[in-house]
Nanobody
Framework: QVHLVESGGGWVQAGGSLRLSCVAS????????MGWFRQAPGKEREFVAS????????YYADSVKGRFTISRDNAKNTMYLQMNSLKPEDSAVYHC?????????????????WGQGTQVTVSL
């Protein structure tokens, strides 16, 4: 059984930064792609970013490109999302996901497993 646990969310003013973490357990972390998705109340799930098993390939939604950076540390079974220049429209519950292909995730298709999420709130 795979468990994904997100942390690092919170409240921040527009223009601020947050760093999200996702710790995975249950199967070989370094063999799978990882991704971040978000969902705001009343809105559809939205792809944010994904990263290949090695970390060599990353994908970003246009809405976060240049502001967010996805990374991973396979030795720590952890993925990160550094979020800078945050905007109110970035407010959502952020979920991490694990699956076979980073590219598939970029098509808004979550992987096999999904975490409970961490809330990010950005105010003016």
């Amino acid at each position: 059984q795979v468990h994904l646990v997100e942390s690092g969310g919170g409240w921040v003013q527009a223009g601020g930064s947050l760093r999200l973490s996702c710790v995975a357990s249950g199967r070989s972390f370094g063999r799978y792609a990882m991704g971040w998705f978000r969902q705001a109340p009343g809105k559809e799930r939205e792809f944010v970013a994904s990263i290949s098993w090695s970390g060599a390939t990353t994908y970003y939604a246009d809405s976060v490109k240049g502001r967010f950076t996805i990374s991973r540390d396979n030795a720590k079974n952890t993925m990160y999302l550094q979020m800078n220049s945050l905007k109110p429209e970035d407010s959502a519950v952020y979920h991490c996901s694990q699956g076979p292909q980073a590219y598939e995730m970029s098509l808004n298709s979550p992987g096999d497993y999904w975490g409970q999420g961490t809330q990010v709130t950005v105010s003016l």
